[in-house]
């Protein structure tokens, strides 16, 4: 069993002055595994005012610097890429294959940030006046657990490409990633107090990152919920905000898709990551002449999904984070029988065979209305519901009707079809028949799906002030 008990603050490994003790579970299987001391508000205040003293000088470094910065980041992130597969299997449960594309995913944004600050220019000339982008100050950077180590490493690499200095809460949840990305970025050698990393609660290290005077930015991945409270606390020192949150996407399937390309795209992009991932496309909307032929089509192709043992190769969806996460998609489940909806296939329990562990059976429910729970809410498990539509009107009506913005999907036959579709979209991003994401363009969502954008351009200026000279 392991135990981390160290936090990261000024260059240094430190015991923290909380002595809360977390637990740390296998999903696959609800056994204990480690536990992690979480730090405290004290602790946060502690690794504020060492991000502070390195400010001052950091923000002066050159671009060429903190692009080499940010290449020995990717560097150690990659060389521990076997071991973080395994941390990201071990205490989160995701799939093998997906655990690395994750270990992968964490080094590949900071190679990415690098390319983007080779090609960005601070200054530039507005009519009469210089116009200089300059970095904030102290981001405060808040992780959740279905992403941990990518969102550590993609948020500090625009910190860093900034010119900032940072604190970092990671998910307790997550403790075994942190550790392993905190040797890594340990190892490329940043100055003292450019990044701190504090293990602790939402409640205690994060609402200090979010009232505390001398924080300029936070940056947070994870729930609605959360971000609101983030956004109120943020409002009374006026501090810049990027919230990335939920999302409860649509997958527009037009009257012209070939169900054969479809139904794949359909399945892959409600059960990535295990279903807990906030860009899922967990509304399918068919059209009505097509709804028979395509439940045919996805109820074959679901009972081809394995859920179960996350080192088994055949395996493509894993056991949900926690219990508490396992008992909320169950609750979702009867919930969609209760609505009145029809379960198309899975259903409550584990998975056949499974005894142990906090594995959900793939479920699928049809004769879904837009207005039932199971069609409003983010579930963050492998829960996909199906609602029929009469006319292209009305389907993007449908896929708009939901107070989240984040992602939406389109499959057709006609690719200039679907992109006129996708311009009426209310979503940060729209993926068509399967497109692979380009890692540079912004991401980010609408209305309840947060505020501002990561990725690029967008995500490094979202940590840059313009200052205008003139004279």
């Given at each position: 069993?392991?135990?981390?008990?160290?936090?990261?603050?000024?260059?240094?490994?430190?015991?923290?002055?909380?002595?809360?003790?977390?637990?740390?579970?296998?999903?696959?299987?609800?056994?204990?595994?480690?536990?992690?001391?979480?730090?405290?508000?004290?602790?946060?205040?502690?690794?504020?005012?060492?991000?502070?003293?390195?400010?001052?000088?950091?923000?002066?470094?050159?671009?060429?610097?903190?692009?080499?910065?940010?290449?020995?980041?990717?560097?150690?992130?990659?060389?521990?890429?076997?071991?973080?597969?395994?941390?990201?299997?071990?205490?989160?449960?995701?799939?093998?294959?997906?655990?690395?594309?994750?270990?992968?995913?964490?080094?590949?944004?900071?190679?990415?940030?690098?390319?983007?600050?080779?090609?960005?220019?601070?200054?530039?000339?507005?009519?009469?006046?210089?116009?200089?982008?300059?970095?904030?100050?102290?981001?405060?950077?808040?992780?959740?657990?279905?992403?941990?180590?990518?969102?550590?490493?993609?948020?500090?690499?625009?910190?860093?490409?900034?010119?900032?200095?940072?604190?970092?809460?990671?998910?307790?949840?997550?403790?075994?990633?942190?550790?392993?990305?905190?040797?890594?970025?340990?190892?490329?050698?940043?100055?003292?107090?450019?990044?701190?990393?504090?293990?602790?609660?939402?409640?205690?290290?994060?609402?200090?990152?979010?009232?505390?005077?001398?924080?300029?930015?936070?940056?947070?991945?994870?729930?609605?919920?959360?971000?609101?409270?983030?956004?109120?606390?943020?409002?009374?020192?006026?501090?810049?905000?990027?919230?990335?949150?939920?999302?409860?996407?649509?997958?527009?399937?037009?009257?012209?898709?070939?169900?054969?390309?479809?139904?794949?795209?359909?399945?892959?992009?409600?059960?990535?990551?295990?279903?807990?991932?906030?860009?899922?496309?967990?509304?399918?909307?068919?059209?009505?002449?097509?709804?028979?032929?395509?439940?045919?089509?996805?109820?074959?192709?679901?009972?081809?999904?394995?859920s179960g043992d996350p080192r088994d190769p055949a395996t493509a969806i894993g056991p949900m984070v926690?219990?508490?996460?396992?008992?909320?998609?169950?609750?979702?489940?009867?919930?969609?029988?209760?609505?009145?909806?029809?379960?198309?296939?899975?259903?409550?329990?584990?998975?056949?065979?499974?005894?142990?562990?906090?594995?959900?059976?793939?479920?699928?429910?049809?004769?879904?209305?837009?207005?039932?729970?199971?069609?409003?809410?983010?579930?963050?498990?492998?829960?996909?519901?199906?609602?029929?539509?009469?006319?292209?009107?009305?389907?993007?009506?449908?896929?708009?009707?939901?107070?989240?913005?984040?992602?939406?999907?389109?499959?057709?036959?006609?690719?200039?079809?679907?992109?006129?579709?996708?311009?009426?979209?209310?979503?940060?991003?729209?993926?068509?028949?399967?497109?692979?994401?380009?890692?540079?363009?912004?991401?980010?969502?609408?209305?309840?799906?947060?505020?501002?954008?990561?990725?690029?351009?967008?995500?490094?200026?979202?940590?840059?002030?313009?200052?205008?000279?003139?004279?």
């Open positions: 069993m392991e135990t981390i008990d160290q936090i990261y603050v000024d260059g240094a490994y430190v015991t923290p002055h909380g002595t809360e003790l977390f637990d740390l579970h296998n999903p696959a299987t609800g056994d204990m595994i480690g536990r992690v001391r979480l730090g405290d508000e004290t602790d946060a205040r502690a690794a504020i005012a060492a991000a502070k003293r390195a400010f001052p000088a950091f923000s002066q470094t050159s671009k060429a610097d903190r692009i080499a910065m940010l290449r020995r980041m990717h560097d150690a992130v990659t060389a521990r890429a076997d071991a973080l597969t395994e941390a990201v299997i071990l205490e989160y449960g995701a799939p093998a294959s997906r655990a690395r594309w994750m270990a992968e995913y964490a080094a590949s944004v900071l190679a990415d940030a690098a390319r983007t600050l080779e090609d960005y220019d601070f200054t530039r000339r507005i009519g009469s006046a210089t116009v200089t982008m300059e970095p904030l100050g102290v981001v405060g950077i808040i992780t959740p657990w279905n992403s941990n180590a990518g969102f550590i490493c993609s948020k500090l690499a625009m910190v860093v490409a900034s010119g900032s200095t940072c604190v970092i809460k990671p998910s307790e949840m997550s403790a075994m990633q942190t550790r392993i990305v905190l040797e890594a970025l340990r190892e490329a050698g940043l100055p003292a107090g450019a990044f701190n990393i504090v293990n602790g609660r939402g409640d205690t290290v994060g609402a200090e990152f979010s009232t505390h005077p001398d924080i300029a930015k936070v940056s947070f991945t994870g729930s609605t919920a959360t971000g609101r409270a983030i956004l109120k606390a943020a409002s009374d020192t006026f501090k810049r905000v990027t919230l990335e949150l939920g999302g409860k996407s649509p997958m527009l399937i037009l009257d012209d898709a070939d169900f054969a390309e479809a139904v794949p795209f359909a399945l892959q992009a409600g059960y990535m990551n295990s279903g807990q991932a906030c860009i899922a496309g967990t509304r399918i909307l068919v059209p009505e002449a097509r709804l028979a032929e395509f439940e045919a089509a996805i109820a074959a192709g679901v009972a081809t999904i394995k926690s219990e508490k996460q396992w008992q909320r998609v169950q609750s979702y489940i009867r919930r969609g029988i209760e609505e009145g909806a029809t379960l198309l296939a899975g259903g409550e329990g584990r998975p056949e065979g499974e005894t142990g562990g906090w594995f959900v059976r793939p479920t699928i429910f049809t004769a879904v209305r837009n207005d039932m729970a199971i069609a409003r809410d983010e579930i963050f498990g492998p829960v996909l519901s199906i609602i029929a539509y009469g006319s292209e009107e009305e389907a993007i009506a449908i896929a708009n009707d939901t107070s989240y913005g984040l992602h939406a999907y389109v499959a057709s036959a006609d690719p200039a079809r679907a992109r006129k579709v996708a311009g009426r979209l209310v979503a940060g991003r729209v993926i068509i028949n399967g497109a692979p994401m380009e890692p540079l363009a912004p991401f980010g969502g609408f209305k309840h799906s947060g505020i501002g954008r990561e990725n690029g351009v967008f995500g490094l200026e979202a940590y840059l002030e313009p200052k205008a000279v003139m004279g």
